[in-house]
């Protein structure tokens, strides 16, 4: 059991030091920047290195454990935790790109990977879940600002890569080995959970957006910065001094709190002082004090926003009194939308599978074109992949941030379901990948951007839904398995498809008998039938998007009907 930090300063603490923690797990997003390094020093081929891709993302997204952790340990140990996969998991990668240890056998890299990226799953699921909790009210906005930092991760490592490593990937391998864990062992402390802020006042609308622009600057900024080093050929002092400048962007957020410590309003908010949790970042008590639990919204008002929706329940409610009175049945009401839901009741729901099969295809068909993005680069004659990299992950982040905070405006003004704008971009995609697949010279970067965009969408969208649809108490589990859609795809469409499809035109190019050995391909045809069976992947994401949308959207007119979020009345079950 553990307390809830009280004030109102906490959480934009732990806001601040979340936005560091995201930039270290987004370490799975370097794997493009030693992936060539894999493939030259220890003499692997296409299909050989993206199965590796694949076990990059197996890692990354197969967080199941820390998502029932996160329920049973303060957020410092499910920090620990990532922190050490960091250390053996790159440390064994690095051991093999360095020489320092010849012949490692490929299943035991293979392991590697998967360990090192776990990292990721640990650190993200820590300070999303607490964050999270933490903002209740805010869930599209802080999603849209946490998961946005993490897909600018790429490119604040691709920066120190090129300026600090001079891009070596030995010396990448050594800073994510132990750069990574030492950071998460200073910001441990600050990640905590704190007593929940349900207030909507101006003043922590100013400060979310001033730490959307903040980041947007810092992305600017690493943007262009990549982009100038290899024209201008920066000098070891103007690196380091551009290092400086991207280390004090990233302290923007922590600008809040020092702020109200100064300037200090007085805010009259509801608190919940002394509670005790079940977990290090749970608003909500365990199960077994449900029943206990005091409602956020008297019955009064939550009527006012529910009624509406459960109009067409009251008769078979008032039934079920009448049995429960006279002794027939024993009173246990399943869940509704919005309510907060236990695993097993939510796989057996319909809309918890669409929103899966919709995240699949999104992220599934994106993370394809991201772990081949080198090789995609090189077949279309560019061989400076970090200007691709760095492009990729600063519009990643931009549909990462973006997402969230268009679908929070247009869910509390228009109440319009937030997985209409998995339906916007899953389309564009379409487009996207056909675009890819045409090899039209000169629109390599154009779609990469684009591709960029709406695969970050997908992300800061799928997350507050699920916490919509069915509850923060157990969101931790929730995110993760939806999460599994990533390494999934991954496999599918990268380790079975895309490099398959490589390595035989490869063979093509270079004469039969071949694909065994590391052979670069060149040429549209590379790619050009993993892009247009792409397409169609999210043509079918498409569709289950519009039924998903048009099955909840009365969920969030009853979410939402009053302008804001409405958090429902708990059941009993």
């Known amino acids: 059991m553990a307390n809830l930090k009280a004030g109102t300063r906490p959480p934009w603490v ?3 030091a979340a936005v560091w923690v995201q930039i270290a797990s987004g370490n799975a997003y370097n794997f493009p920047l030693y992936s060539h390094s894999l493939k030259s020093v220890l ?12 076990a ?7 967080g199941l454990l820390p998502g029932i952790a996160c329920n049973k340990f303060p957020p410092w140990i499910i920090l620990l935790i990532g922190s050490f996969a960091c250390i053996l998991g790159y440390g064994v990668l690095w051991l093999a790109v360095s020489k320092t240890v010849l012949y490692l056998p490929y299943w035991l890299l293979w392991l590697a990977l998967c360990v090192a990226t776990n990292s990721s799953a640990w ?27 993490a897909g600018l991760s790429a490119a604040v490592f691709t920066e120190i890569y090129s300026t600090i490593l001079r891009k070596s990937s030995a010396n990448l391998l050594m800073f994510l080995s132990f750069g990574v864990p030492i950071l998460c062992f200073v910001m441990m402390y600050f990640v905590r959970a704190c007593t929940p802020t349900f207030g909507e006042d101006s003043a922590e609308h100013g400060h979310f957006l001033f730490i959307q622009v903040a980041s947007v600057v810092l992305g600017l900024y690493v943007l262009t910065t990549t ?7 920066f000098s070891a002092e103007v690196s380091y001094a551009i290092l400086v400048g991207m280390v004090v962007l990233l302290m923007a957020p922590l600008a809040i709190p020092v702020k109200m410590t100064f300037c200090p309003l007085r805010i009259n908010r509801p608190e919940i002082r002394n509670q005790q949790v079940a ?14 639990t005091e409602p956020l919204l008297k019955s009064s008002e939550s009527s006012t926003y529910l009624g509406s929706f459960r ?25 509704k939308r919005g309510e907060d839901f236990k695993f097993t009741e939510a796989v057996i729901k319909a809309d918890f599978w669409l929103l899966f099969l919709v995240y699949f295809t999104g992220v599934g068909s994106g993370v394809t074109v991201l772990n081949n993005l080198a090789q995609i680069g090189i077949a279309q004659g560019i061989h400076s992949t970090t200007i691709l990299l760095s492009l990729f992950s600063f519009c990643n982040f931009i549909g990462r941030l973006g997402g969230g905070v268009v679908s929070e405006h247009f869910v509390r003004s228009k109440m319009v379901p937030r997985t209409l704008w998995m339906t916007c971009t899953q389309i564009i995609m379409v487009i996207t990948y056909l675009l890819f697949a045409s ?13 960029g965009i709406c695969y970050g969408v997908q992300f800061s969208i799928m997350i507050p839904t699920v916490s919509e649809l069915f509850g923060l108490k157990h969101f931790g589990i929730f995110y993760n398995f939806m999460s599994l859609g990533n390494p999934l795809g991954a496999f599918l469409f990268s380790g079975l498809l895309a490099g398959y499809i490589y390595d035989n035109e490869a063979a093509k190019q270079h004469g039969l008998g071949l694909i065994t050995s590391s052979i670069s391909c060149i040429g549209p045809n590379c790619f050009r039938l993993t892009f247009l069976i792409l397409a169609g992947i999210c043509g079918v994401g498409s569709v289950a998007s519009i039924i998903l949308t048009k099955r909840i959207w009365p969920v969030y007119q009853m979410l939402y009907g009053g302008g804001s979020f409405r958090l429902p009345q708990t059941s009993t079950h």
Not at 43 to 54: A, D, E, K, R
Not at 312 to 324: K, P, R, T
Not at 445 to 450: E, G, N, P, Q
Request: negative net charge.
């Open 14 to 16: 732990g806001l601040g």
């Open 43 to 54: 003499g692997f081929n296409q299909h050989q290195l993206t199965m590796l891709g694949v």
């Open 56 to 62: 990059n993302d197996i890692g990354e997204n197969v």
């Open 123 to 149: 650190l993200s699921t820590a300070v999303l879940v607490t964050n999270m909790r933490n903002f209740p009210v805010s869930r599209g906005t802080v999603a849209g600002i946490l998961k946005g930092y």
């Open 227 to 233: 982009i100038l080093d290899p024209i201008f050929h």
């Open 279 to 292: 977990s290090s970042d749970e608003t909500l008590q365990g199960e077994g004090n449900a029943d206990k």
């Open 311 to 335: 109009e067409g329940d009251e008769a078979s409610e008032v039934a079920m009194l009448l049995a429960v009175g006279e002794g027939a049945v024993k009173k246990k009401r399943k869940p």
């Open 439 to 451: 090899a039209i010279s000169g629109t390599l970067y154009a779609a990469t951007a684009l591709l």
